[in-house]
């Protein structure tokens, strides 16, 4: 477990909201969580591979993001459906053809 560690009155308290703040003034980012992707984009492209790169953010693509419910639940479906391997599961979720609003009821119900 790591928790980032801050002083408040001269004592070490554990705050993630001011570690993700400060993060947010390092990656020049507008909010908390896109700092922390940057960030971690970052660190993987100079520790592990220097061709990952960080995302296309959700507001630049205009895609629809699934729950993790609604994403669990096309996998199901998808391995369900499969008559061969695993190797195959990308090929039966793309074969699937849902949409957005197809999705969501699987999750839910």
Do not use: F
Not at 6 to 17: A, H
Not at 48 to 75: C, F, N, Q, W
């Amino acid at each position: 477990m790591i928790a980032p560690v801050r002083s408040s009155r001269n004592k070490p308290l554990i705050s993630t909201q001011k570690a993700l703040t400060e993060l947010k003034g390092i990656a020049g980012e507008r909010n908390e969580y896109a700092a922390l992707q940057t960030s971690w984009a970052d660190w993987c492209q100079q520790h592990l591979d220097r061709s990952i790169v960080r995302g296309i953010r959700k507001e630049i693509t205009k895609r629809e993001h699934m729950s993790p419910e609604t994403y669990g639940a096309v996998m199901d479906k998808a391995r369900e459906s499969l008559s061969e391997p695993p190797e195959r599961l990308m090929d039966a979720l793309k074969a699937t053809e849902l949409s957005y609003d197809d999705m969501e009821p699987l999750a839910y119900g």
